[in-house]
């Protein structure tokens, strides 16, 4: 495997910066061009999965340094703890026994989907989305509506309000305080495609009124 860290930027001076808090990390799309430029390099080798791992960032001591191993097999949470997690974009491949033939090498791209948002949510409610089949299929649609080539993909939980959106690569666990956190689809590309005409593409309503036809009262 490769691993690919975004470059992370620590708070300086104060309580922040004792804590080991962050305070700027890179953004996914330069993550996965990192990634990209590795596979552009590399020879013999077959891409075989794409995945985002998240890994706890460990800061052992006040004056010590962040430690982010993406390698490490366990970690321990602390109840009422904050926890940094920082998320790593890790290329699985493969190296042939016999040589591969000369092919272009996988251009790794990205495409994220997120559900819609049905309901704004109010003081004691909280906002309500799309299920994660209606997001499915939004993303089924598009794979067929641009040809696309699906290399890989997985869901991925971001938490609602961090000013990256789904371009996040940190989250904070603040132990006991509620946090809302949303389910995206991620699905791994080789290439790049145009964005299809929103009418070849099914509408939030259309898939609201699917959701309600498929529904059977017992």
Known sequence: TADFLPELQMSKGGLSAMMGLVKYVEPLHNVIGKANAWIQAQQGIRIVNTQTVDVKMQKNAFSGPVVIDSQRSFFVEYGKGTTCYVRTVRVVFVKPRTPLPPSPPLMLTYRNFVPHQLSS????????????????????AWLNATGAIAVGAETIEIKIGESEGDQSMFYYNRGNFNELYLSILRVYLHGVYQEPPPESLPSPAMMASKSKSDCIVM
């Open 121 to 140: 949510g109010g003081m004691l409610s909280v906002p309500q989305f799309e299920d994660q089949n209606q997001t499915m299929a939004r993303m089924i």
